[in-house]
């Protein structure tokens, strides 16, 4: 695995190493190693995936102090378009976004520092997409960010948006989120 920084402190693209034989492939996703190695948290609380449509859109989501969490990002099958929006007001890239193609042809993922929120735009039908979180979900603790409230544009006509996500309050300059 190649861990490849970004202009953003605390948000790294992976770039896994895919074995490819008659059987089929195999990838490595965390070693504990190389997340030690890159001064990364490697011990994470909880993993969760997804399985979404083309146009999907999820997100973008995050969690308040003290429940605020490392993210893993990556995708199984499919592809996605990820962006990770900076909420950490004393950043020299607050307000600022990054958008990466994920998928199972790149082997690529993300390491998600805390004071990001995240999302993803579904590229193909049946994308699976595995997340690793270094707290627990907690309910009081969610935060989002409309999507379409910073800049970021998803590039098709009709996304198909949960209700919840498509309610979050727009993105706020001025708003201290971290």
Do not use: C
């Not at 378009?81 to 690529?108: A, C, I, P, Q, W």
């Not at 935060?143 to 996304?159: C, Q, R």
């Amino acid at each position: 695995m190649n861990i490849k920084t970004t202009e953003f402190n605390d948000l790294y693209v992976l770039e896994y190493n895919s074995f490819k034989d008659d059987r089929g492939e195999f990838v490595k996703t965390i070693y504990k190693d190389t997340f030690i190695d890159n001064k990364l948290e490697w011990n994470f609380a909880e993993s969760f995936y997804s399985v979404s449509h083309q146009n999907v859109f999820r997100g973008m989501h995050f969690q308040y102090s003290p429940n605020d969490h490392e993210k893993l990002v990556y995708v199984v099958k499919g592809a996605i378009l990820d962006v990770v929006l900076d909420l950490r007001f004393h950043s020299e890239t607050y307000g600022k976004y990054l958008t990466v193609e994920l998928s199972d042809k790149n082997r690529k993922g993300l390491y998600i520092g805390k004071g990001f929120a995240h999302g993803f735009l579904s590229l193909e039908n049946d994308t699976i997409v595995e997340y690793h979180t270094t707290t627990v979900q907690s309910k009081e603790s969610e935060g989002g960010v409309k999507w379409n409230s910073f800049g970021f544009d998803l590039f098709i006509e009709n996304p198909i948006i949960s209700e919840r996500d498509d309610s979050f309050s727009p993105f706020d300059k001025g708003f201290k989120y971290f």
